[in-house]
């Protein structure tokens, strides 16, 4: 049922023009969505308004319009408080749903607050504080990134390796994060706010049908939620890491032989208004708010959840049966995603060596006797990234053991080759024909032997992947993961790591030698969940 909690009658409403005899039935329900990103002394909104509200089939609400007020330093506290910025009904009611209205004439480096009033056709109005969001205006929206020097083969993260600082970014003067790898812990350096207040990584129990949360976990301790009270994470349905959208540029040097990475909460400003949102779209190509990645490894049952054993032995098809089970936003972990989320670690961390710097993971327990060595889900240390170097221990990153610990082959179908030409899904198609996914003109050629790149490849949709054709590197310089490939057929890309994999593994590392319908213990799958559009956790 909708939530009505914002439905008040108070003196000023009514003698704003609410007539007493109209203050019959229930209010609208919360705007569906509503947000403001802000531009020089302006701001541009963009707002959905909710629904009609039907009940057993019984029309209890008829949406008739949407006004909007805004107030600098507070939120409006009535329909009559702050200024009128916006009162829209009937067909232009859908206005502003994709086009910006612009509210100008705004001071830079002000706050200011604006609300949704959603009414009905009976002239109730939704009064609820749930539909309010600020902003503050600027000249420039602030930058974080980093360039990457491919003629540096040394992934040191002491500002002379190969990532480095520009002087332009918000980050230039950032320490990096490392892990203390004896414990697990890390320090984060300068990077706790990019992370809690850009990306707003943080844990969440999930409802799979909605794709919203339930509630948000402790971050330090999963089995609590934030409030305290037990959680649900081994029997929930699914557990997830929210990773807000982020927009991103990259700029090749002409000579091939460096790139700078930018990324920005927006790209709503001059400075950015060409940078892209890599890797948060859905299969229709709409833009989402963020994306769901897992915590942990899907279970054969499609359950992502702790205490379950990781799926194995089974086709791609077969898993892509299980996530569609799950629910039709349901998508593999790959893609673009684990681009944009590798080039975020080297910044982050100021190198390409994650393995040292952020944890080597479970990369070394294979066993004869198990012939596995493959760990079940677990909850493990506290805060967003847990690494140490045992080699035979869980790590996670942003929240997921299946980002951070290397222990199987995670399915990339988005990533294939036919007959040795390279395919990239942007949106997270899925079609291992290839239709649909973009040709990235490369064709690869049957490795010998593990390969090293020592430089990223730009595309079209996907950002940044390993080059194939970049073999000068090792497992501990350039990019230090391994690449291989085989030319024949069509190959589906498995990435990430595995537990007999050692130095070989890390976010760079691509494996396309298999046909999709290989299936053995070192196929596993970390079930990604897009949101439907509009929506972020609060």
């Given at each position: 049922?909708?939530?009505f909690?914002?439905?008040?009658?108070?003196?000023?409403?009514?003698?704003?023009g609410?007539?007493?005899?109209?203050?019959?039935?229930?209010?609208p329900?919360?705007?569906t969505?509503f947000?403001?990103?802000?531009?020089?002394q302006?701001?541009k909104?963009?707002?959905?308004?909710?629904?009609?509200t039907?009940?057993?089939?019984?029309?209890?609400?008829?949406?008739?319009?949407?006004?909007?007020?805004?107030?600098?330093?507070?939120?409006?506290?009535?329909?009559t408080?702050?200024?009128?910025?916006l009162?829209?009904?009937?067909?232009?009611?859908?206005?502003?749903?994709?086009?910006?209205?612009?509210?100008?004439?705004?001071e830079?480096?002000?706050?200011?607050?604006y609300?949704?009033?959603?009414?009905?056709?009976?002239?109730?109005?939704n009064?609820?504080?749930?539909?309010v969001?600020?902003?503050v205006?600027s000249?420039?929206?602030?930058?974080?990134?980093?360039?990457?020097?491919?003629?540096?083969l040394?992934?040191?993260?002491?500002?002379?390796?190969t990532?480095?600082?520009?002087?332009?970014?918000?980050?230039s003067?950032?320490?990096?994060?490392?892990?203390?790898?004896?414990?697990?812990s890390?320090?984060?350096?300068?990077?706790?706010?990019?992370?809690?207040?850009?990306?707003k990584?943080?844990?969440?129990?999930?409802?799979?049908a909605?794709?919203?949360?339930?509630?948000?976990?402790?971050?330090?301790?999963?089995?609590?939620?934030?409030?305290?009270?037990?959680?649900?994470?081994?029997?929930?349905?699914?557990?997830?890491?929210?990773?807000?959208?982020?927009?991103?540029?990259e700029?090749?040097?002409?000579?091939?032989?460096?790139?700078?990475?930018?990324?920005?909460?927006?790209?709503?400003?001059?400075?950015?208004?060409?940078?892209?949102?890599v890797?948060?779209?859905?299969?229709?190509?709409?833009e989402l708010?963020g994306?769901?990645?897992?915590?942990f490894?899907?279970d054969?049952s499609?359950?992502?959840?702790?205490?379950?054993?990781?799926?194995n032995?089974?086709?791609?098809?077969?898993?892509?049966?299980?996530?569609?089970?799950?629910n039709?936003?349901?998508?593999?972990?790959?893609?673009?995603?684990?681009?944009?989320?590798?080039?975020?670690?080297?910044?982050?961390?100021?190198?390409t060596?994650?393995?040292?710097y952020?944890?080597?993971?479970?990369?070394?327990s294979?066993?004869?006797?198990?012939?596995?060595?493959?760990k079940?889900?677990?909850?493990?240390g506290?805060?967003?990234?847990?690494?140490?170097?045992d080699?035979?221990?869980l790590?996670?990153?942003?929240?997921?053991?299946?980002?951070?610990?290397?222990?199987?082959?995670?399915?990339?179908?988005y990533?294939?080759?036919?007959?040795?030409?390279?395919?990239?899904?942007?949106?997270?198609?899925?079609?291992?024909?290839?239709?649909?996914?973009?040709?990235?003109?490369?064709?690869?050629?049957?490795?010998?032997?593990?390969?090293?790149?020592?430089?990223?490849?730009?595309?079209?949709?996907?950002?940044?992947?390993?080059?194939?054709a970049?073999?000068?590197?090792?497992?501990s310089?350039?990019?230090?993961?391994?690449?291989?490939y085989?030319?024949?057929g069509?190959?589906?890309?498995?990435?990430?790591?595995?537990t007999?994999?050692?130095?070989?593994?890390?976010?760079?590392?691509?494996?396309?030698?298999?046909?999709?319908?290989?299936?053995?213990?070192?196929c596993?799958?970390?079930?990604?969940?897009?949101?439907?559009?509009g929506?972020?956790?609060?």
């Amino acid at each position: 049922m909708a939530d009505f909690t914002g439905a008040q009658y108070a003196a000023d409403e009514v003698l704003a023009g609410i007539k007493k005899n109209q203050l019959a039935g229930l209010p609208p329900a919360n705007m569906t969505s509503f947000s403001a990103k802000g531009d020089n002394q302006s701001a541009k909104i963009r707002f959905t308004a909710p629904s009609n509200t039907v009940v057993d089939g019984q029309l209890l609400c008829t949406v008739k319009g949407v006004m909007i007020r805004r107030k600098q330093g507070a939120a409006p506290a009535s329909l009559t408080d702050g200024e009128l910025v916006l009162d829209v009904s009937g067909e232009h009611i859908h206005d502003y749903e994709t086009e910006a209205y612009i509210d100008g004439d705004l001071e830079n480096g002000q706050e200011y607050f604006y609300k949704a009033f959603a009414y009905s056709d009976h002239g109730v109005y939704n009064l609820d504080d749930e539909n309010v969001i600020s902003v503050v205006p600027s000249e420039k929206a602030p930058v974080w990134g980093f360039h990457q020097n491919f003629s540096n083969l040394s992934p040191a993260n002491n500002g002379s390796g190969t990532i480095t600082y520009p002087e332009d970014v918000e980050n230039s003067d950032f320490a990096p994060a490392m892990t203390n790898r004896g414990t697990g812990s890390v320090t984060m350096g300068s990077w706790n706010d990019f992370l809690d207040n850009v990306l707003k990584n943080f844990p969440h129990i999930v409802d799979v049908a909605t794709q919203r949360s339930v509630g948000e976990l402790n971050p330090d301790d999963y089995t609590k939620m934030k409030d305290g009270s037990a959680s649900t994470i081994t029997s929930c349905r699914y557990a997830a890491a929210w990773i807000n959208k982020i927009y991103m540029k990259e700029v090749y040097a002409a000579d091939g032989n460096s790139r700078d990475v930018y990324f920005a909460a927006d790209n709503e400003h001059s400075n950015t208004e060409d940078f892209v949102p890599v890797g948060f779209y859905d299969q229709n190509n709409v833009e989402l708010e963020g994306i769901w990645i897992p915590m942990f490894y899907m279970d054969a049952s499609g359950n992502t959840r702790s205490g379950t054993t990781p799926i194995n032995s089974k086709t791609c098809d077969q898993e892509k049966a299980i996530i569609d089970a799950v629910n039709g936003r349901a998508i593999f972990l790959g893609g673009p995603i684990l681009n944009v989320l590798r080039d975020i670690e080297y910044m982050i961390f100021r190198s390409t060596d994650i393995q040292t710097y952020a944890g080597h993971g479970n990369c070394q327990s294979y066993s004869s006797a198990s012939a596995t060595g493959v760990k079940a889900n677990a909850v493990i240390g506290g805060g967003r990234f847990y690494g140490t170097n045992d080699k035979k221990s869980l790590n996670k990153l942003f929240h997921s053991i299946v980002l951070g610990s290397y222990q199987q082959l995670t399915r990339d179908p988005y990533m294939i080759t036919i007959g040795g030409r390279l395919y990239l899904s942007g949106n997270y198609k899925y079609n291992l024909s290839g239709s649909g996914y973009e040709d990235t003109g490369v064709t690869v050629t049957t490795n010998s032997a593990w390969t090293y790149a020592k430089k990223t490849r730009k595309t079209q949709k996907n950002g940044s992947i390993p080059d194939p054709a970049s073999k000068d590197a090792t497992s501990s310089t350039g990019l230090c993961d391994g690449q291989y490939y085989n030319n024949a057929g069509t190959r589906v890309a498995r990435r990430l790591g595995v537990t007999n994999g050692d130095l070989i593994v890390g976010p760079a590392y691509v494996y396309l030698s298999d046909e999709a319908s290989v299936a053995d213990w070192s196929c596993g799958v970390g079930c990604a969940l897009l949101p439907s559009a509009g929506y972020a956790p609060a």
